[in-house]
């Protein structure tokens, strides 16, 4: 049996997290019998509960502490920025120094956009879900601006993850956010999800599959009409939909077919930005050179919510004209920019750049990798390892010779997530019982040992108890 429950004392804090909580993402029945796990303090990788539990943090919270759970630096620079100035907003021109700051860090830093050039100019927002519906207005308006009305549809793909917010649901694709809340939205198109372990055919290469996605893709746009399809929105690598890395040839080959059509690519950095990949971008791992970027998460090492839209200088251009031609961008959020969540950023970026981030996941990325293709790849419970830089997936399977999945509604990931915490370590389950594996960066090699080694007790766990159920 999945390791029992502690029982809920009355009027303890988890008797009133289950009187007045309502938890994202969570099955609130079975959370009113189990109660939360209540996280008290944090240390480097590793979080602790308030019973003074320690747990090796192998998600860095939802993909995105990547300094670790505490930082000093990040503390006085909101403390300074709280004390001059708490609040000001970006609206009608207005401004301050963290935006300005941040704004100009972010542009130095990221990838060449379509065609070549640098990237132009940063638009703020506070979440990963507001950056895409952010991206997507920008996009709709540029095409009102520029004569092409018409231009509106957008494609993503299948397993993408690209938020919780009407639009960015609709982006994503994943059957549980999109059936139960009448989504996607009119105009949303998902593609085939590069992962050649699953979507491959017999006797197909690596890069004929490659193709055949740039292929699918193709054959979309042209179904739908090259004069309505406006963008596509994609991970370099993608995340909470299983961790999927494309085949080498995949980008070049999508890249080609979006310019043929003038089709944008909005590259959605939220979980690649900042060096998870083994660069600084995702984008610059594989080649991609996008019209906009949205980044979140690391970008203030989930100290406080902020979230980036960098666009093009042609985007950029499009959206200056529009103000005259068609009227004012109406669009932004009160916390656009959040002078303490701005500062905390800047910070960030300057912890980065000191300690070297990208080099860090270079040399911890390949360690890691190895250590969990050691220890799992032969796991007779395990059907696939992959990953790339400091992002990894660790697929379970009933049967890893036929690449079969469990029934999901057997909750085999779950029930991990559960002798996870028994082992010590916070695991996170994705689609088709995908253990995703996206330490905070700052994890060195010892430490991915002890994460590896308490997974692996994690999962032979598992293993003894699917053999007792035969399910595995
Ligand atoms: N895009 C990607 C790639 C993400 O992983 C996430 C969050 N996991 C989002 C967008 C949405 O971000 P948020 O939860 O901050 O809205």
């Known amino acids: ?133 952010t991206a997507l207005k920008m996009i709709w308006y540029f095409n009102n601006a520029t004569g092409r009305p018409l231009k509106k549809k957008v494609i993503s793909r299948v397993k993408g993850y690209h938020g919780v917010t009407i639009a960015a649901a609709s982006l994503t694709g994943l059957p549980a956010n999109h059936k139960l809340f009448d989504l996607p939205i009119a105009g949303i198109f998902h593609t085939t999800t590069p992962h050649f372990y699953h979507e491959g055919q017999e006797g197909e290469t690596e890069e004929a599959f490659a193709t055949r996605c740039a292929d699918d893709l193709e054959a979309l746009i042209l179904r739908e009409g090259p004069d309505t399809v406006a963008a596509m929105f994609a991970e370099p690598v993608m995340g909470a939909g299983g961790v999927i890395v494309p085949p080498r040839t995949y980008w070049a080959k999508m890249q080609a077919v979006l310019r ?73 959020f009160t916390y656009s920019g959040h002078p303490v969540a701005a500062a905390v950023a800047v910070e960030t970026l300057k912890i980065y750049d000191e300690m070297d981030i990208v080099g860090h996941a270079q040399r911890v990325g390949p360690y890691m990798q190895a250590a969990l293709k050691a220890r799992f790849g032969a796991h007779p419970l395990v059907g696939e390892v992959r990953g790339i830089g400091m992002v990894a997936a660790v697929e379970l399977s009933p049967d890893p010779a036929g690449r079969k999945n469990f029934d999901p509604a057997a909750k085999i990931g779950p029930r991990l997530v559960k002798y996870g915490e028994k082992h010590g370590i916070i695991l996170r389950s994705t689609p088709g019982d995908s253990i995703a594996i996206s330490p905070p960066l700052v994890m060195v090699e010892n430490e991915v040992d002890e994460m590896v080694e308490r997974f692996g007790r994690a999962v032979d766990d598992l293993a003894v108890e699917l053999r007792r159920e035969s399910l595995a």
């Open 260 to 332: 043929k059509y003038d089709v944008m690519l909005v590259a959605d950095e939220v979980i690649c930005g900042f060096g998870r990949t083994g660069s600084y971008w995702g984008c610059q791992t594989f080649d991609i050179t996008p019209d906009i970027l949205t980044c979140a998460k690391a970008l203030s090492s989930a100290f406080l919510p902020i979230s980036a839209v960098v666009v093009s200088d042609r985007v950029f251009q499009g959206l200056a004209d529009g103000s005259k031609t068609i009227g004012t961008f109406g669009h932004g």
């Open 1 to 133: 049996m999945t390791p029992p429950a502690t029982p809920i004392r009355a009027n303890s804090p988890a008797a009133r997290d289950v009187a007045y909580a309502l938890h994202p993402y969570t099955d609130l029945r079975a959370h009113a019998e189990n109660g939360p796990l209540i996280i008290a303090r944090g240390e480097g990788v590793r979080v602790y509960d308030d019973q003074g539990r320690d747990y090796i943090e192998s998600i860095a919270g939802l993909w995105c502490a990547s300094l670790g759970f505490s930082n000093d630096r990040l503390v006085a620079a909101a403390t300074k920025q709280m004390k001059e100035l708490p609040f000001y907003h970006a609206f009608t021109g207005r401004s301050h120094g963290p935006l300005i700051e941040l704004s100009e860090m972010l542009v130095e830093r990221a990838p060449l956009a379509n065609g070549g050039a640098a990237m132009s100019k940063v638009f703020f927002a506070n979440s990963g879900s507001e950056a895409n519906d």
